[in-house]
């Protein structure tokens, strides 16, 4: 079928997927797999029936090359650094803790399950999207998956996810259950951390909700997003003929992270939304690669995966709370630190809610933000090391 090559039709594809999935995940029997793996299966479905291409192409190749690279640019600009002072010590530390424990996991993990040919030669780089979701979420996960071009493994990068999801998913449950338990041995009084106005915090919510996109805004942060991408791909090729090797990626964080501190940037709204949208774009490219018939041969790559996650979120999740029973931490606090490191701060938010601790709920989305820049860099530190 020539017309599936279409640009025009492929695109117009890809925009459906993500309005079905966005449709369906509102749905009491999908809502258990969340848009991001709902858009890769879609996707998937539709290349092995033929619909969509399952092999590059110059419109996957675009989305690769300048539509998710855009979407981590427009993503890091809700991150204030400002907001710092906002949160509090208790769970900032919390919060550097789990992020430790992240980086002892991944070193623990890659001694239990080593390099072998079910990875593919991305075995380090696999290690490098692990440590940095469970640093601070899906964001550093594709950034390192981008410029290891692990997103072109479609069977290796979907396994990933699938594991992700139900690792990530098994330990929200388990930071409600956790300090229940441990409150009953080893009581602890419940710390106020950041600020206490309840009433704001309380009705404070994700920035994607209450956004509206302006012709100015969309104007700018489309602007700003080539701009930055070519500046981005121009310094690291400057650097890549002096023998220098320094990811495009890490540089865009970079830039993106100085102008998320500038007021008239920080202010334009819209970036979540546009953010948003441009990921599961990319994710649907990347569903597009996944290879039926060769998923249902990768058992031992599955187990593999979930051996080296699970262990990676063990130690974190023994490290973090260990660290917080010798401190004297309030559970509650560690337990939305932690989420914040391993889901994002979306989750950590909805743990805050849980506990009914509305003065937490603003400094949990806070975390969350500074994990998503913090997360890049020692996602590539890992990559580099292992």
């Known amino acids: 079928m020539e017309f599936t090559t279409n640009a025009l039709y492929i695109i117009a594809v890809l925009a459906f997927v993500l309005f ?15 848009i991001a793996l709902m858009v890769i299966i879609l996707t998937a479905v539709l290349a092995n029936i033929g619909l969509v291409p399952t092999t590059a192409n110059p419109v996957y190749d ?21 907001q710092l002072k ?19 996991g991944v070193i623990v993990a890659s001694f239990i399950i080593k390099d072998n040919s ?9 290690a490098g999207m692990i440590a940095g979701t469970y640093t601070g979420g899906s964001i550093n996960f594709n950034a390192v998956a981008l410029h290891y071009k692990v997103v072109e493994k479609g069977v290796i990068y979907t396994n990933t996810v699938a594991v992700d999801n139900v690792v990530t998913t098994l330990w929200f449950f388990l930071t409600i259950a956790i300090p229940v338990t441990l409150q009953k041995i080893a009581p602890r009084f419940q710390a106020v951390s950041g600020t206490n106005n309840t009433e704001k915090t309380d009705s404070f919510p994700p920035t994607d909700e209450v956004e509206t996109l302006t012709l100015k805004s969309l104007s700018l942060l489309i602007g700003m ?9 121009y310094i690291a090729g400057f650097f890549q003929e002096r023998n220098i090797v320094i990811p495009s990626i ?42 039926f018939a060769a998923l249902g041969q ?11 996650v699970s262990v990676t979120v063990l130690i974190h999740g023994v490290f973090t709370f260990g660290m917080g029973y010798f401190l004297k931490y309030d559970w509650q606090v560690i337990a939305i630190a932690s989420q914040a490191n391993i889901g994002g701060g979306t989750t950590a938010l909805a743990l805050a809610k849980n506990f009914k601790r509305n003065e937490l709920i603003l400094p949990s989305i806070i975390i969350g933000s500074i994990g998503n820049a913090l997360g890049t860099y020692i996602g590539f530190s890992i990559a580099g090391y292992l």
């Not at 079905?20 to 797999?33: A, D, G, M, Q, R």
């Not at 906002?86 to 002892?104: C, H, M, Q």
């Not at 997003?225 to 791909?233: A, G, H, L, T």
């Not at 990768?298 to 080296?308: D, K, Q, R």
Request: aromatic share 16%; proline share 3%.
């Open 62 to 82: 675009g989305i690769f090359n300048y539509i998710a690279p855009g979407a981590l640019f427009l993503l890091l600009l809700d991150v204030n650094l400002v």
């Open 250 to 291: 890490l540089i865009l964080t970079t830039l993106a992270l100085i102008l998320a501190q500038i007021p008239v940037v920080s202010k334009l709204k819209g970036n979540m939304l546009l953010g948003s949208w441009a990921v599961y774009l990319f994710l649907a490219v990347v569903g597009a690669f996944c290879d």
């Open 225 to 233: 997003s080539c701009f930055v991408i070519f500046i981005s791909d």
């Open 298 to 308: 990768s058992g031992a790559l599955s187990i593999a995966l979930l051996i080296f």
């Open 20 to 34: 079905i999935s966005e449709w369906l995940v509102k749905k009491p029997f999908f809502n258990k797999f969340g």
């Open 118 to 126: 079910h990875f593919d030669g991305v075995y380090n780089a696999l």
């Open 86 to 104: 906002k949160v509090g010590f208790p769970i900032l530390f919390a919060f550097i803790l789990g992020s430790i424990g992240t980086v002892i």
